[in-house]
């Protein structure tokens, strides 16, 4: 006997105000939606990349096996659909899960998607193919899969090592597309070939991101739109500008921050705005493999410097949140609620009592008034991490040290990071819709993205723990654990979660804004122009 996934979407009227589209007017084929984009990506390969400036506009290159419903605000388990796969089962143990894939679909080059491609690209990502990535930042999420097995060219099965009840969730995700056996990784970054209802036509790095509609696709009558131009526009206020003279049908998704969003209900009194969360945070890292940093109680001085409520008035007019790993509720769904949070270590909201035990922290370390600590702080060359990193900076003075700001350009930033060529940093991440795509990747031993090289084999064991088990309750009470390990240890302090906004004309449609991730609702397929 096979257990089967049942599939279903519900929606809160909450969430429902994060949805553009109307259902109601009958969809309208044609024309370019054209937006900006705040930054210019490495490459064009989801795969190799670990931001939404090359993941989201390739998104709708690609198909998943399964994905999130793109109409559903909030991403969860129960949101995931079939896309190349018709449907899945488990087998009993929990530990075999086998996709029965559409047949007919093919390649933008012409070529028959089959289950070979969902055994290479899986290769790929494990490490296993002879054809490889240049960087692999989500290997971790494939850590507990042994085998991906092709029974004919339609069905495929993975096999686990342990049960995992969420890995639908690795799968579904913004950053997993199939990519095809017969194109090599290097043309992948370059010039993606995919299944997806909009082809690749062009990048231009620090110009713009084509795509454009492919009349071949598999899915009757999508995409609606006839393509998508991204013009890349590192200065917001110009991007602004352009929003507002009518140059662009809509901002790059939660890119606006209040005084931007301000600008444009002044200018544009005609746009549909929204401020929401979005599932990323801003954390403080440091490099604990560089003296005094190798120190714990180095460490947990500069977590007791954060001010987090500071950050969100300042940043965000209050509009933000504060939490921990997980996304906080009600935007996420496994976060710590307020009460059991302000009881982490750093978290009381006594911010001065905080401070205090940090100053004397460091004077028992030999520093104090007259013997600063002189740090340079590292941030993205982006406003949504340099803004905090000036305040992180003005905050920890408080406690003797006096930072310099390094901004390092997208490009250079992870590679930076991940050979761990930074002293202290602040960074961005998603708190993924479910946390077996962050625990590991951020803090277990040797995840791609521990840019810190935190490492417990406690916290291991508890990550391991947590994604096995199928009750949501003892799962809940095991994640809280990780959470106050991590805290106690100062792996990565979290600072607070952003929030941001989007604008777009009235004549956009069929756009679904997601509450808890930034990364996974941009197959634009089902958007249309009602002009």
């Known amino acids: 006997m096979r257990r089967h996934l049942r599939r279903f979407a519900a929606v809160t009227p909450l969430l429902l105000a994060f949805c553009a589209g109307n259902a109601v007017l009958a969809q309208k084929p044609g024309g370019i939606l054209k937006m900006y984009s705040p930054d210019s990506p490495a490459s064009m390969s989801i795969h190799e990349e670990a931001t939404v400036f090359a993941e989201g506009p390739m998104m709708g290159v690609f198909n998943n096996l399964v994905m999130y419903d793109q109409h559903v605000p909030q991403n969860s388990l129960q949101s995931i659909v079939p896309d190349l796969a018709t449907g899945w089962s488990w087998n009993e143990e929990g530990t075999a899960l086998t996709f029965a894939l559409h047949q007919g679909v093919k390649w933008h080059d012409g070529k028959p998607f089959t289950a070979k491609d969902v055994a290479c690209t899986f290769d790929m990502l494990t490490g296993k193919s002879t054809d490889k990535l240049r960087v692999n930042p989500r290997k971790s999420w494939y850590r507990n899969l042994e085998q991906v097995t092709a029974n004919g060219d339609y069905e495929v099965t993975f096999t686990l090592k342990q049960p995992q009840p969420a890995f639908l969730t690795a799968l579904a995700a913004g950053f997993s597309p199939i990519y095809p056996c017969h194109v090599p990784a290097a043309q992948m970054r370059q010039r993606p070939i995919g299944t997806g209802p909009f082809k690749f036509v062009d990048f231009k790095p620090n110009e713009y991101v084509k795509v454009t509609r492919n009349p071949d696709y598999w899915k009757k009558d999508r995409p609606y739109l006839d393509g998508i ?121 006594d911010v001065q009592k905080n401070r205090a035990e940090a100053r004397q922290i460091m004077r028992q370390l030999r ?110 009470q095991l994640l809280w654990a990780i959470e106050r390990k991590l805290a106690e240890d100062g792996a990565r302090p979290i600072i607070f979660y952003d ?24 197959r634009m397929e089902d958007v249309w122009l009602d002009k």
């Open 229 to 349: 131009e991204y013009t890349i526009i590192k200065n917001l206020s110009t991007a602004v500008l352009a929003l507002v003279s009518g140059k662009f049908d809509m901002a790059f998704p939660y890119s606006l921050t209040v005084p931007l969003l301000k600008d444009v209900k002044s200018q544009m009194p005609q746009a549909s705005c929204m401020m929401g969360p979005v599932g990323l945070n801003r954390a403080l890292i440091v490099n604990r493999d560089k003296p005094p940093f190798d120190n714990p109680d180095l460490r947990r001085a500069m977590a007791l410097s954060l001010d987090r409520q500071a950050f969100i008035d300042i940043l965000t007019d209050g509009e933000g949140d504060i939490g921990g790993v997980l996304q906080p509720p009600p935007g996420g769904l496994w976060g710590m609620p307020p009460d059991l949070l302000k009881k982490l270590p750093g978290y009381d909201p």
């Open 367 to 476: 520093y104090g008034p007259d013997n600063r600590l002189k740090i340079k702080v590292s941030a993205r060359d982006l406003p949504y991490l340099r803004d905090p990193a000036v305040i992180l900076i003005d905050q920890l003075k408080n406690v003797y040290i006096d930072g310099e700001l390094e901004t390092i350009d997208t490009t250079n930033w992870f590679p930076k990071v991940m050979r761990r060529d930074y002293i202290v940093g602040l960074t961005g991440a998603g708190s993924g819709p479910d946390p077996d795509q962050v625990l590991n990747l951020l803090y277990g031993c040797g995840g791609e993205l521990n840019y810190n090289g935190y490492c417990s084999p406690e916290v291991d064991q508890l990550i391991e723990q947590q994604s096995i088990e199928a009750d949501q309750g003892k799962r809940r």
């Open 499 to 522: 929030r941001r906004a989007t604008c777009w004309n009235p004549h956009v449609k069929g756009l679904t804004l997601l509450v808890n991730s930034l990364f996974n609702g941009w």
